[in-house]
Structure formats: structure tokens, C-alpha cells
């Protein structure tokens, strides 16, 4: 039985994005202790990557499938950020903690702050740059399962898909008969990628099969659904945050093929709910979802003043 904690640390971007919060969440470095869980690591899909038995490669390797499945640009790994993600995980192994801040004087610090540690490991932040990171604590050791419980969190899955994005860097670091520290920093310098403006990609991807059928919210920090704790699955919709493409909802649905629609929590920029991100919006079913089930989502609205709608269905594990 695996014990989990995750916590966000919001995307910096400079030139055209002008404080943290932007495209990834906000600065909140706090963990929260999660419930216990027996969910196993994702299974060995068509076309996934094979365990390589290095949690920090596999890590990479599983955010890489999932972003290449959803329709954004797969990240270069570079070394640099490597170190950076490396560092920040044998900090919080040293000193138990899961932080996206350290503090000064402590075993193993690199630096306060995330662009602090990667100018520490010499990775250049040349304008226009962003930076984003994520961090698990897990007892399972497997990094598919950390980085598919990260893409699980919905503020988590934020920055993971961000189209923004070039490169990663990955880090992680075992306390023996204890947590698993996973790490993995995202980085563009001197430029971004992009969707191209009033663009959209959805998670679940369309015709996807195997989608969990629950989230226990209380795991994440931020919280998204604040007093409740295992919920549905999250679903969204994920735009371009390099020129602050706002995804506004006007209709986002999920309902069981040929039944009502779910009840749902919104989190979107407009309604206050969604962690100041703009660029990405998402409906969390406040029920888990039924087994072996297919479901059918549906979005309107607009992005970056473009209209866009949006109809495609997956099915539950």
C-alpha cells in the first residue's frame, strides 16, 4: 500500500509573463499528507515506454508519452536541469521534507527558490524564459506511477502539459524504508513552444481507455476541491500560456454514454477556482466514476477570444 504527497510550485516566466502564477499555479510550497492507496503503476499500454528501473529516467520518460499522447511537443532532457531536480530531491530526502523552498544552512541546499537552483546548476534563463516544477513524495519507488499520479492532480497536470515548455530535467531520491522523492523541473530560455494561438488539447485524451475513475483530492496542495476528499477523475482542456491565452468556459459537461450529465466542480480563471492559472480549465465530478464506462465530455468557450468547441469521450479502468 503506497502513501502519497504532492505539492506545486507555480510557473515563473519572465518577459511575457510578469509574476508566478502564470500558465502553472501559484507559489504555495506546503505538502499535504495524503490517504493510503493501492494504486498500481500504469500498465504497459500500446506504444508506452519500458521500465528502465531509473525512477528519475522513467519519470521523464512517462511525462514524455503523456504530453506526445495529448498533442504538445515532447521535452529535450537536459542535463543541467537534471542537476537542479536531482538536488531539490536529495534536499527533501536529507531533510524530510517536501518543499519547492529550501532554506539555507540545511543539508543539501542549492538554492531557495527553483530559479535559484537551476542558475545554480548553470542553466541559462535567458529572456523570454519560464520555469515550472512538480514534486511527488510516494512510497512506491515506480516512476510511471509518479508521474502519472503528478498528471493526476489536476494544478500538477497544469504545468506538466504545458505547451510552453522545451526541456526537463528529472531528480529522485529514496529514504530507505521510506519515501521516494521525485522531482522533475521544466524549462524554455530565450523562447517557447506553442500550440499556436486559440488552440486547445484535452486530458483524457479522445478514445482513451484504462482513465481511473477517481482522485483523492486532499493530496494536493493547493487542494482543488476544498471539504471534499476522493472525487472523479479531472478532465480538461489545456491552451498555449506564452501570450496569456485565456480559456474561458461557457459549457463543460462529462456524462456516462446515454445517461445525465455528472455534477461537477469548475475550475476555470473566471470563476476564481482554478489556482490563477489562464490558460488550461478543467471539471472534477464530485462522485468517482463507474468502472468500465464510457464518457462522454463536451466544451464550449474561448480561447484567446477564439471560439473552440469540443466534443470527445473516453473510457474507466
Known sequence: ??????????????????????????NDSSGVTGPTTTTPAPT????????TGNNATDGFNWINYRRAQVGVAVLARNSRIDAAAQGHSDYQRLNNVISHEQTQGNPGFTGVHLVDRLTAASYALNAPYAAGEVISATTNTSGFYQAEELITAIFHRYVIF?????????????????????????????????????????????????????????????????NQ??????????????????????????????????TTRLLSYAAGTNNNVRNAAAIIPLAPLAANTTYDVSFSGTVAGTAVTRDWSFTTK
Open 1 to 26: 500500500m503506497e502513501k502519497w504527497r504532492l505539492s506545486l510550485a507555480g510557473l515563473a516566466a519572465a518577459a511575457l509573463l510578469t509574476a508566478c502564477g502564470g500558465g502553472g499555479g501559484s
Open 162 to 226: 504545458d505547451p510552453i515548455f522545451r526541456e526537463i530535467g528529472a531528480g529522485s531520491a529514496t529514504v530507505s524504508g521510506g519515501y521516494t522523492y521525485f522531482t522533475a523541473d521544466f524549462g524554455a530560455s530565450g523562447g517557447y513552444n506553442t500550440l499556436g494561438r486559440g488552440r486547445i488539447v484535452t486530458y483524457p485524451i479522445g478514445n482513451q481507455t484504462g482513465v481511473p475513475v477517481n482522485f483523492f483530492s486532499d493530496t494536493e496542495a493547493p487542494d482543488p476541491v476544498p
Open 229 to 262: 476528499n476522493q472525487v472523479g477523475y479531472p478532465i480538461s482542456v489545456h491552451a498555449d500560456s506564452s501570450g496569456n491565452d485565456t480559456v474561458a468556459v461557457q459549457n463543460f459537461t462529462v456524462k456516462p454514454r446515454g445517461g445525465a450529465a455528472l
Open 44 to 51: 504497459q499500454e500500446a506504444g508506452a515506454p519500458t521500465l
